[in-house]
Structures are given as structure tokens and as C-alpha cells.
């Protein structure tokens, strides 16, 4: 019976030890990046945000005469800072042509919006607006949409945003 007690004391030890011990440890840079690189707490994000800035409104981001007028929130979900280069495109599945890009840099945490202007070239076929955004070591990350020409049957079902009036 001492025999298990014993062990069971022992296991007590270890579990307050590791609740109590590890955390203050991990705390700790080199061993905090040791354990993140064991997978055994979870490291600095490594994604970044895109999305459109009044995605409701796209209608409204489009004149009849195809110049396109929108902005796009590029977040940071990191804790450090990271530069980033993005390109907008416009034109047929297949065929975009890069109408508009640049880069900035965003701190840990922080939001940047970025605003997009250019003229669609064609109106007269079914364009895809898109807004891509890329950082080293991340996967881009990518908005887009539609833009039907304005007197196709499409448009006229579907609604939407349009050019070619």
C-alpha cells in the first residue's frame, strides 16, 4: 500500500509541478520557442486578413461607365510586423490583367485600409474584380467579385454589380 501512496504523491507532485511550473517556463523566450516548435503551445499567428470595406454596397463600387472605386481591410493577426505587397486584377476567368497594387507595412494587431481605383477595360464581358494580398512565410490571402455587363440577361436575373450602361 506505501507503494501506491507513494506513487500517488509522486503523481500529485508532477501534476501540480507541471500546472504551477511549465507556464512560468514557457514564459520564458527560448523555452516558449522550443515548446511552440514541439507544437506543445501554439505559436504567433501566421495568417493575415482580407476582406472588402462595405462588401454590402457592391453595386456601388462600379460607375456605368466601369470605373471601379473600392477598398479593401488588410489586419495584421500577428504579434509582429510584416510587409505586405497586393495587386488588384479585373478581366474574364482566365484572362485578368493587373490593374492597381502596391505595399505597405502593418504592425502586430493593426488594421490598414487600402484604397483600390482603376477602370475596367471591357465591359461588355463578364469581369472578375479581385483583390490579392501576400506577406513571406503566409499563404495570400484573396477578395473578389463579379461585374456582369449591364444589359446581359445575367444581370438583368441576377442583379448586381455592372458596367456598360
Not at 486584377?89 to 482566365?94: L, R
Amino acid at each position: 500500500m506505501t507503494d501506491v501512496a507513494s506513487r500517488l504523491r509522486l503523481g500529485v507532485v508532477a501534476l501540480v509541478a507541471s500546472v504551477v511550473l511549465v507556464p512560468s517556463l514557457a514564459s520564458a523566450d527560448a523555452v516558449g520557442d522550443r515548446l511552440v516548435g514541439w507544437g506543445l503551445l501554439p505559436g504567433d499567428a501566421t495568417f493575415s486578413e482580407l476582406s472588402l470595406v462595405d462588401d454590402e454596397e457592391l453595386f456601388e463600387t462600379v460607375s456605368p461607365a466601369g470605373h471601379v472605386q473600392l477598398e479593401v481591410a488588410a489586419t495584421n493577426v500577428s504579434s509582429q510586423s510584416r510587409r505586405y505587397a497586393w495587386s488588384a486584377t479585373v478581366g474574364p476567368a482566365g484572362a485578368p490583367e493587373r490593374v492597381d497594387g502596391g505595399s505597405f507595412t502593418l504592425d502586430g494587431g493593426t488594421t490598414q485600409q487600402v484604397p483600390v481605383e482603376f477602370v475596367i477595360p471591357d465591359c461588355g464581358v463578364r469581369n472578375r474584380i479581385a483583390v490579392r494580398m501576400t506577406s513571406a512565410g503566409q499563404r495570400p490571402t484573396e477578395v473578389h467579385y463579379w461585374v456582369l455587363p449591364h444589359d446581359s440577361s445575367a444581370w438583368k436575373v441576377s442583379g448586381g454589380p455592372s458596367c456598360g450602361a
